[in-house]
């Protein structure tokens, strides 16, 4: 039986005929679940009860101290942005484990996480196969592959209300299993796409962990060099401390940048990517949710996965308090090149300095982002509207001599307007209208 949970009540009459000596044909219950009722009854496995003595259990110093330094801890941030942040109050709840099944983190709703406590779903506990039958992460951990355990199919009673999905997490470099990522629920977690959504998870964990161990290889090589200790602590990936306030430059041809406020040197350059997001976080105060990021992010939108793992990283760079979730949205005040160009419009002041800002192109120049592309339009429009209407003419020169306004046929006009009668520019001014008027067939 291919199908995970296929015929509940099937299942459970195979599950009571082989509580009672009788072995289940593979078309009653799935293989892979019945081999670990096998093995379950083997370890001498009490199906009534989820809490049974376990020499692994540790006292509450003992366990804190060894989740902080277990190196599965250190992906927490990224496994919160890619799953709780749309999930947390559907009644699901996120698990990491250890190598042999311990629960180190155990996430969700509060009522959520009340419910689970009734099965001993706790932070702390071992529910490795051994201890507590056939459960996801356990089984996970016991085959080595992603798995899902449907309601009656897990091998204790108790826990046969729940649903879970989970699958191993592998050291990128020993290949070694160090732990599990679980979702446990209702029957949300029922349909196939929850193991999908696991797997992919995991995948991006496994990448996190990958490029971790590149980095810290690469510290160890020069601190080896130097002659000096890394002092780099068994769990990397601490967090920046979030700022109150940061600057965001993202115009010009020096990149794009970030500094947090009042640290001359905590300048980080980041990514397009990254830049992007900012940016469209900054224009949308009260937030995005991660399909509104995704659709503005690309033309076709991206995976929702895609963009939570941006945002995942981009709490890495920049601290991990930087940016809210449901919605996201930025938690610290930025100042920022596009803002002060908002701001000059908007006064109405220094227009000029505004047109050698927006025209130094930069990000807006350079991404196809539909949001920023959305962005720089109305920048344009608004700059333009506010040139036109005061009539400055150093303004008007500045803009029609710009990218941005060059062919603008209605700036030319009011500028040749603003010019006293007898300018020796009018001639030229005039001479650019007639031009214009040709090329555009006005």
């Known amino acids: 039986m291919s199908d995970p949970g296929a015929g509940p009540s099937r299942v459970r009459r195979a599950y009571e005929d082989f509580l009672s000596g009788v072995t289940p044909s593979s078309d009653a219950v799935r293989t892979v679940v019945r081999d670990s009722w096998a093995r379950s009854m083997h370890n001498g496995v009490d199906p009534g009860i989820t809490s049974p003595d376990d020499p692994r259990v540790m006292s509450h110093p003992e366990f804190i101290e060894y989740r902080a330094t277990h190196p599965i801890t250190a992906v927490l941030p990224l496994v919160r942005s890619l799953m709780l942040d749309d999930i947390a109050d559907s009644g699901v709840l996120v ?132 002659g000096r200790s890394s002092g780099i602590p068994h769990v990397v990936g601490t967090t920046v401390p979030a700022p109150r306030g940061a600057r965001l430059e993202v115009l010009g041809d020096g990149g794009y ?14 990514s397009k990517r990254h830049a992007e997001i900012l940016v469209l976080l900054q224009s949308f105060p009260d937030g995005l949710g991660t399909e509104q990021l995704a659709l503005l992010l690309a033309e076709d939108g991206l995976d929702p996965v895609t963009v939570r793992a941006e945002i995942s990283r981009l709490r890495k760079d920049l601290g991990s308090t930087v940016v809210g979730s449901r919605p996201y949205r930025l938690t610290v005040a930025v100042d920022s090149d596009l803002g002060r160009i908002r701001e000059q419009i908007a006064s109405g002041d ?59 046929l209605d700036a030319w006009r009011r500028l040749e307007h603003r010019l006293p009668p007898g300018h020796p520019d009018r001639a030229v001014v005039a001479g650019r209208i007639r031009l214009l008027d040709k090329r555009f067939g006005i």
């Open 95 to 226: 698990a990491l484990t250890d190598e042999v099944g311990r629960l180190l983190w155990v996430e969700g709703s509060s009522d959520a996480r009340d419910r689970a406590g009734g099965i001993n779903f706790v932070e702390g506990s071992v529910w490795s196969e051994d201890v507590v039958g056939t459960n996801a992460p356990g089984l996970a951990l016991a085959v080595d592959r992603g798995v899902q355990v449907i309601g009656p199919e897990h091998f204790a009673g108790p826990v046969q209300q729940w649903s879970c999905a989970a699958a191993p997490v592998h050291d990128p470099i020993t290949g070694h299993v160090i732990g599990a990522i679980d979702v446990t629920g209702g029957r949300e977690v029922e349909a196939p796409f929850a193991l999908a959504a696991v797997r992919s998870v995991v995948a991006a964990v496994e990448r996190e962990l990958k490029s971790r161990a590149v980095d810290l290889a690469a510290v160890r090589d020069g601190a080896r060099r130097s």
């Open 257 to 270: 940048r970030w500094q947090r406020g009042g640290d001359m040197t905590g300048v980080r350059n980041l």
């Open 350 to 408: 220094d227009l000029v300095s505004a047109i050698e800002r927006l025209g130094r192109g930069g990000l807006l120049a350079e991404s196809s982002a539909p949001g920023i592309v959305d962005i720089l339009e109305e920048l344009r429009e608004d700059l333009r509207s506010r040139i036109i209407a005061a009539g400055d003419v150093a303004a008007l020169r500045r803009w029609t001599t710009s990218v941005h306004g060059r062919d603008d």
